[in-house]
């Protein structure tokens, strides 16, 4: 990049999506005005992700790609986090007001009362604190300098079991690299593809990869339901290698999917077929591409209407007045939207990475993620300087007021 050599190292945010297919390293630099510059990124198909060898040599050879583009090693990243292992669950909290005034350490008081949990729940990933009760009264975003007697909140948890978590700390840390935060995916999503409107209004988003299809829902600051369901992209490999009446690998069917796949059938010209190679050298056989359409558009289907309904037995649907938003990498089959829209009779929308600045090639729903680890590392970062400024800021009050006192007992 030609203004690589004003990066500076305390600059660059690393953002690291190890996915079920594959693994993409994002870099980026901080700019003044609270952006993120993409500098470059590693990505490469993820063979075998359950072996950790595979997962550590292929993350190595990521790391490769990367830092020649940036002229600094690869160290602290940001590693996205997901799956069906991740759970949420909500709690309560309510405590007694000491001075009748609701002050922050008694809001930090009963969050912390609230996500106290059981050992077996796993280890802790985020805590989202959502609305506050001040006596009678309900729905209270900050009651910050509020008065009352009894103050309480409800949180919602997010945990994954500590042997997940350590096996990806694991991978990560025999690559080279140490885990700066692990961040729930849809979280980093949302901080590359949802608008401010979309979150005061109420909306879920919807991460279907590779492995996983994963749902956050966001109401104002507050995330109010996360899930992972491990039906996504490779099912629908799955049914095409399946349905086709020709025997083919899961490899042939994700490249049919990639090239041919669609959920719109209403474009395809009648009879149009596409070539499918035959077992054993036999020639290429002619196959239907409106039955590849709808042995798609079936699982995209039961996809959407699982997760619909697993939003209604949480009693999240009624909060969705900004509508569903689709990212992922099966955002890439035409049509996918209005298959939501018709399920879950609200407003869809496909999630492209916004708030960014730099190659403009990743401007892609499948790297949401990666780009969204940059912006919630950059956010993080900023929020450490201010707390740094502010310690120093404290400090140095102190010793001005110190050396005041010394003065007038020096003189008076």
């Not at 050599?5 to 993409?24: A, H």
């Not at 109420?202 to 966001?218: E, N």
């Not at 492209?352 to 403009?360: E, N, T």
């Not at 956010?379 to 140095?396: D, F, M, N, Y």
Request: hydrophobic share 40%; net charge negative.
């Amino acid at each position: 990049m030609d203004d690589n050599n004003e990066l500076r190292k305390e600059d660059l945010v690393f953002g690291l999506d190890v996915g079920t297919s594959k693994i993409n390293l994002f870099a980026g630099a901080m700019n003044p005005d609270n952006t993120v510059k993409i500098l470059c990124c590693g990505a490469l198909p993820l063979k075998r992700p359950d072996e950790l060898d595979d997962v550590v040599e292929t993350l190595q050879n990521v790391i490769r790609q990367l830092e020649p583009f940036i002229d600094f090693d690869v160290r602290d990243v940001y590693v996205g986090i997901a799956g069906n292992h991740v759970s949420s669950v909500n709690y309560k909290g309510l405590i007694t007001l000491p001075t009748g005034e609701v002050r922050e350490v008694d809001m930090e008081r009963v969050k912390n009362l609230a996500s106290t949990i059981p050992e077996t729940a796993g280890q802790i990933l985020h805590v989202f604190p959502g609305e506050y009760t001040l006596d009678d009264q309900a729905g209270i975003r900050n009651p910050k300098g509020l008065n009352g007697r009894r103050l309480g909140v409800e949180v919602q948890v997010v945990t994954s079991p500590s042997n997940v978590i350590l096996n990806l700390d694991k991978s990560v840390t025999r690559a080279g690299l140490h885990v700066e935060e692990l961040v729930l995916e849809p979280l980093a999503a949302a901080s590359a593809v949802l608008t401010d409107d979309e979150r005061e209004l109420g909306v879920a988003l919807i991460d279907i990869g590779a492995g996983s299809s994963d749902i956050a829902v966001f109401v104002g600051e507050s995330v109010r339901y996360t899930a992972s369901l491990d039906i996504a992209g490779n099912k629908i490999t799955s049914d095409i290698s399946q349905c086709l009446r020709v025997p083919i690998s899961l490899s042939k069917a994700e490249d049919i999917k990639k090239r041919y796949g669609t959920c719109r059938m209403s474009n395809l010209i009648e009879d149009e077929t596409f070539p499918v190679p035959s077992v054993g050298d036999r020639g290429d056989v002619q196959c239907s591409r409106k039955l590849l359409a709808q042995v798609i558009t079936a699982r995209v289907f039961e996809i959407f209407k699982i997760l619909k309904e697993d939003l209604e037995k949480q009693k999240m649907d009624s909060l969705l007045n900004g509508g569903i938003v689709l990212t992922g990498g099966c955002c890439a089959l035409e049509g996918i939207d209005a298959v939501a829209e018709k399920v879950f009779g609200k407003s869809v929308r496909i999630g492209y990475p916004r708030d960014v600045a730099g190659v403009q090639s990743y401007s892609n729903p499948s790297y949401a993620t990666g780009i969204g680890l940059l912006l919630y590392a950059a956010k993080q970062r900023r929020r450490e300087k201010r707390r740094e400024t502010g310690k120093q800021i404290s400090v140095s009050m102190k010793k001005s007021l110190q050396w005041f006192k010394d003065v007038l007992k020096t003189y008076f």
